[in-house]
């Protein structure tokens, strides 16, 4: 009866609409892989610039405060160390560091007789249209030749302020305790804490009737003098190298020293602060 044979097998394949669904799976399924992989890469590139700048403003304090700690190192007591130059945005002093009674002498064949490292300024400037912070030190011919020690920072990131001696072996002191002053105009020491509640922020830029983003300070009537010098407060403000597209352009206000800064924008920031004794000053 009919011996033919059934088989098995099928011809038919797959058809276009099958292989069509299949490619429509298949290319929402690697859309959302290749949307998690990039969302993934763009939250480590901002991370590691985060880091990165994190890293970087710890390792300029660092040096920053070491360097601070040595100032007005004099052990041979020849009363050659101490502080050149305390403004709200540079500073410079000097350390006998080996012992010798000179700071950084310049030789007749115009070299320099000492280490350089006796002379240090800190100050901001600007190479390539990277703002930096330099560690400057002495050249032979008088000036300064400035190594970079942290770049990114931003315009005013970087400021000083000073616990300073009132002239009886005392820390100068407001109401709510130690003045952290800064250079007047009018060549006085300018208390940062105008409201003089015991915090240097932005009460106190509106304190004296304006909301220029400058703290003006509270006139101390004492004369800057540099050698009075007894405590150093910094401020170092950073941003990443590059803007980060996810952030979402927030107002960003930072207080840095005798400065408010606000910013409209996707760059990262990180704000830094340290306060170093003198203890090299004496009392």
Same mark, same amino acid.
């Not at 009919?2 to 098995?8: M, N, V």
């Not at 040096?63 to 190192?73: E, F, L, N, S, T």
């Not at 041979?76 to 101490?82: D, P, Y």
């Not at 703002?131 to 330099?134: E, L, M, R």
């Given at each position: ?11 038919s ?36 610039l ?8 710890r390792a300029? *304090?660092m040096? *920053? ?9 004099d052990p ?7 502080f050149?130059?305390a ?5 410079? /002093?000097?350390a006998d560091?080996n ?13 320099l007789?000492?280490?350089?490292? +006796? ?6 400037y600007?190479?390539?249209?990277i703002?930096?912070?330099?560690r ?17 920072? +931003? ?7 000073y ?11 407001n109401?709510?305790?130690?003045? =952290? ?6 060549g006085?020491w /300018? ?7 015991? /915090?240097?922020?932005?009460a ?8 220029d983003?400058i703290i003006?300070?509270r006139?101390?009537?004492?004369t800057?003098?540099? +050698? ?6 910094? =401020? ?6 590059a ?23 996707? /760059?990262r ?5 340290s306060?170093v ?7």
């Open positions: 009866m009919g011996g033919g044979k059934i088989s098995l097998r099928s011809d394949g797959f058809t276009l609409a099958e292989i069509l669904v299949a490619m429509a799976v298949f290319g929402i399924l690697s859309g959302a892989v290749l949307s998690l992989f990039t969302k993934n890469v763009r939250t480590h590139t901002a991370q590691t985060v880091a990165n700048a994190q890293q970087d403003l300029a *304090m040096i *920053m405060k070491m360097d601070i700690r040595m100032a007005g190192y041979g007591k020849e009363n050659i160390a101490g050149i130059n403004g709200a945005e540079e500073f410079r /002093f000097t560091i012992g010798n009674g000179k700071i950084a002498a310049l030789m007749e064949n115009g070299g007789e000492t280490d350089p490292n +006796e002379d240090v300024s800190y100050l901001p600007e190479t390539d249209g703002k930096k912070v330099a400057g030190l002495p050249n032979p011919n008088g000036t300064i030749n400035k190594s970079p020690l942290i770049e990114n920072i +931003e315009a005013n990131g970087l400021r000083f302020a616990a300073v001696n009132d002239g009886y072996g005392r820390y100068l002191r109401t709510n305790g130690i003045v =952290w002053a800064v250079p007047g105009a009018n006085k /300018f208390d940062l804490d105008v409201n003089q509640d015991g /915090f240097i922020d932005a106190d830029d509106t304190a004296d009737g304006t909301t983003g003006a300070g006139d101390t009537g004492v800057v003098d540099a +050698e009075a010098i007894r405590g150093v407060q910094i =401020w170092m403000l950073v941003r990443t190298a803007q980060d597209p996810d952030l979402p352009s927030l107002n960003q206000r930072f207080l840095v020293g005798n400065r408010v800064l606000e910013y409209d924008d996707r /760059f920031r990180r704000l830094l602060t306060t004794k003198c203890r090299n000053s004496a009392l």
